[in-house]
Structures are given as structure tokens and as C-alpha cells.
Nanobody, 122 residues
């Protein structure tokens, strides 16, 4: 089974930066597309970013495009989400997800991490 463990969340002031990490284990990492999703209190889970198997292409939600950057290091079995210019509305639990197929829809992903809390103060 695939196991995903997120880390790097925390409290940051608006305008600041955080880098989230997601450690992948259990299967061959390079055959999986990876996604980041987030869920704020009272809201539905929403797509944040996705990356292809090789890392050659990335996709972002309009709300984070230009501020967030997703990357992967297949040698380390790890994906990252660099978050810059953070806003209070970015506050949410951030989840890492994996699936062999590329998708921006959470329902398409079979494997999920436990999540890491990101809180952005104004």
C-alpha cells in the first residue's frame, strides 16, 4: 500500500512563505502522479496543484497560481509545495495525494496523507 506523510505546516504571517513536504513509500514513486489539496473549516476540499510522473508538467488552481510551486524529487520519493505570498484565505489542512493517473479532481485519487495544518495570520 502507498503511504503518504505530509510535513512542514505551521503558523505564518500573511506575505510569508512555507514549504510543505510529502514523503511517499510503499510503491514505486515515479509511476504516480501527485496532487496537493486543501480543506478549510466549513468548506469543501479543493484542488491546489498537481504534477506529472517525471515532474515535467505542473497544474495549479487559479487561486494559487503564481504564488505556489509544486515539485518532486523522484530520487528522494518526495513531493513539495512551495507557498509564497501567503494569504489568510490559504489557511487550511493541506493533503498530499497520489494516483497513477493525472487529475485535478480529488475523487480520482486513491491515496491520501493525514494532512498538515497551515495557518496564515493577517
Amino acid at each position: 500500500q502507498v503511504q503518504l506523510v505530509e510535513s512542514g505546516g505551521g503558523l505564518v504571517q500573511a506575505g510569508g512563505s512555507l514549504r510543505l513536504s510529502c514523503a511517499f513509500s510503499g510503491r514505486t514513486f515515479s509511476i504516480y502522479t501527485m496532487g496537493w489539496f486543501r480543506q478549510a473549516p466549513g468548506k469543501e476540499r479543493e484542488f491546489v496543484a498537481a504534477i506529472t510522473r517525471s515532474g515535467s508538467s505542473t497544474f495549479y488552481a487559479d487561486s494559487v497560481k503564481g504564488r505556489f510551486t509544486m515539485s518532486r524529487d523522484n530520487a528522494k520519493n518526495t513531493v513539495y509545495l512551495q507557498m509564497n505570498s501567503l494569504k489568510p484565505e490559504d489557511t487550511a489542512v493541506y493533503y498530499c495525494a497520489a494516483d497513477p493517473k493525472l487529475s485535478t479532481r480529488g475523487s480520482e485519487y486513491d491515496y491520501w496523507g493525514q494532512g498538515t495544518q497551515v495557518t496564515v495570520s493577517s
